[in-house]
């Protein structure tokens, strides 16, 4: 009975909390988080939905792409630009989200993001916790209840504008949209070829096995077509690999992987312990590698480029390669203010935020990257062993050189017996 009642007080609280979402104005609204599910209100990542759809959103309310918006939620306030994508602001940043269908116009749900990072948590609302039976589940932080009452309120009109004509991303998961892209680069997967790094052995691609995005099947092709041997996945655990379509016939599942389940804040010290095991099981198997994400793009881009650094790529090879990605999925071409915007607002910050320094261009960043990766919890052995199997070196045991030192120590020895004793 106790059970049914609370049920029933719930439900009357959600009620009430969406009354004035029909009574806001212009530049007004309410939504709300949560409901009898509160797993159902939160992404993987920490991305917060609400009930609040486009259409009352970016209709009756009368938001639109580029305004600036105070959102008010349990006792805080915060300003934050309306974009279709977390990828218009820059890293660190938050951000109300209504995404856009191919043809342009608002579909789904509000949520709230922080661009690299995890809303949830951010602002107290709830918090990830790993669950052997299920992967993980959400349950709220302090004091906090579900439902949250959400307050939405215009603060500038097209605040964020320039912001938003700037990046103007737009992408499809259809493979005859991009025409002027081969197989490999239309599931984003490629060889990393900046300073240090072997030939042909270490990759970087969008999901293998992940189907979301229709690349899954061009990016498990290509790493058959490499030879990959080794593989860090940064954003599944196995029963979610498993879980998808086409996982078991696929190249992938035969290699040897390493499943990490990691969240999208770089920052997080679940990210940098999970990236950690990634890199010693890089270390300690010898292969030819892959680092991929869901898209390639943020988590394998911060991995990626750590690496690069490590290796001693340039602070311009960095960037060239992390910018690749937003050529493939956006077409976003070099010199353009939109590819400036890109690299200002992400990896040049996120590398800087990284590495606590205050611009990439000007850092030692072998020494940076070495530095990083101790701190996350490798011993210099694992580092070094690390380097030389991103070299593609091949690494002979002790007795090699001791018996090839000694071979030569030997016919050095002949010959001076001879040169002495020979005829004369």
């Not at 009354?19 to 599910?37: N, S």
């Not at 006792?75 to 938050?94: A, F, I, K, N």
């Not at 948590?121 to 589940?137: C, F, L, N, Q």
């Not at 320094?357 to 990083?372: N, P, Q, S």
Request: proline share 3%.
């Amino acid at each position: 009975m106790r059970k049914i009642l609370s049920v029933a007080l719930r439900l009357l609280l959600l009620v009430m909390l969406t009354i004035p979402a029909f009574a806001a104005g212009e530049g007004q609204c309410t939504a709300v988080i949560g409901g009898l599910e509160e797993d159902l209100w939160f992404s993987k990542y920490g991305n917060v939905y609400t009930d609040c759809t486009a259409e009352k959103l970016m209709g009756e309310a009368g938001f639109s792409y580029g305004d600036l918006v105070r959102v008010s939620f349990l006792d805080q306030s915060v300003t934050m630009p309306l974009m279709p994508d977390y990828s218009y602001v820059e890293s660190g940043s938050p951000v109300m989200i209504v995404k856009r269908n191919e043809a342009g116009v608002p579909v789904g749900n509000l949520s709230l993001a922080v661009n690299m990072g995890n809303f949830a948590e951010r602002y107290g609302i709830a918090k990830r916790v790993e669950d052997p039976s299920v992967g993980w589940h959400w349950e709220t932080m302090g004091d906090t209840r579900i439902p949250v009452l959400v307050m939405l309120e215009m603060e500038e009109k097209g605040g964020c504008l320039d912001q938003y004509h700037a990046h103007g991303l737009s992408r499809t998961n259809e493979r005859e949209d991009y025409p002027h892209l081969d197989d490999p680069a239309f599931a984003n997967f490629r060889m990393i070829r900046t300073t240090g790094i072997g030939e042909g052995i270490l990759y970087r691609t969008s999901s293998p096995i992940d189907p979301e995005l229709g690349r899954n099947c061009y990016a498990d092709a290509a790493l058959e077509s490499a030879g990959v041997t080794v593989i860090m996945n940064l954003a599944d655990n196995l029963q979610e690999a498993e879980a998808c379509e086409g996982f078991g016939d696929s190249y992938y599942a035969s290699q040897k992987v390493i499943y990490l389940d990691l969240g999208v804040d770089v920052s997080s010290r679940e990210f940098q312990e999970g990236l950690a095991r990634g890199l010693r099981f890089f270390a300690e198997n010898r292969g030819v590698y892959a680092i991929h994400c869901t898209e390639g793009k943020d988590r394998a881009g911060f991995a990626a480029a750590l690496l690069e650094c490590l290796m001693g790529a340039s602070a311009q090879e960095v960037v060239e390669d992390y910018m690749t990605t937003y050529f493939n999925y956006y077409g976003v071409e070099p010199g353009t203010e939109t590819y400036e915007v890109i690299v200002r607002d992400n990896i040049q910050k996120i590398l800087a935020a990284a590495f606590a320094v205050e611009d990439i261009r000007t850092a030692d960043l072998v020494r940076e990257a070495e530095e990083y990766l101790q701190e996350i919890g490798l011993e210099e052995a694992e580092i070094t062993a690390l380097r030389t199997n991103l070299r593609g070196e091949e690494e002979t045991e002790s007795w090699v050189w001791i018996v090839a030192l000694g071979t030569m120590v030997g016919l050095a020895g002949i010959l001076i017996w001879r040169k002495r004793n020979g005829p004369r």
